[in-house]
């Protein structure tokens, strides 16, 4: 497993969200309710970047069609659109005020 360091902790407020690319993939970091949380920036749908998705809690809900997710694990929370996966979350760790997403390799 790999650890890359993505954002300062002092450049989040509550609800603020990240957008940044490893790799070639785009990933949100979020912060809701003193959590934070990594995903890929990509709706289990239809793919459309979360960017801009409502945050409640520890849900996120994409604003193109409502699918709505649990932040921690992932899960479809709703039934709002057919064959939806689960959304991809990353763990990370917070090292000198710095997080960083782990990666497998
Ligand atoms: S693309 Fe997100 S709900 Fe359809």
Do not use: W
């Not at 289990?44 to 945050?55: D, I, K, Q, S, Y």
């Not at 994409?62 to 709505?68: I, Q």
């Not at 659109?81 to 710095?98: G, K, P, R």
Request: aromatic share 8%.
């Amino acid at each position: 497993m790999i650890q890359i360091p993505l954002i300062h902790t002092d450049h989040f407020h509550d609800q603020d969200r990240y957008t940044c690319n490893v790799n070639g993939r785009s990933f949100l970091v979020l912060k809701s309710e003193d959590r934070y949380y990594i995903i890929e920036n990509k709706c289990g749908h239809f793919g459309v970047p979360l960017t801009n998705a409502r945050v409640e809690r520890s849900s996120i809900q994409c604003l193109a069609h409502g699918a709505k997710f649990c932040l921690a694990s992932g899960r479809v929370l709703n039934n709002a659109v057919e064959s939806c996966v689960v959304l991809a979350v990353f763990e990370h760790v917070i090292i000198d005020n710095v997080i960083y997403i782990c990666l497998h390799c």
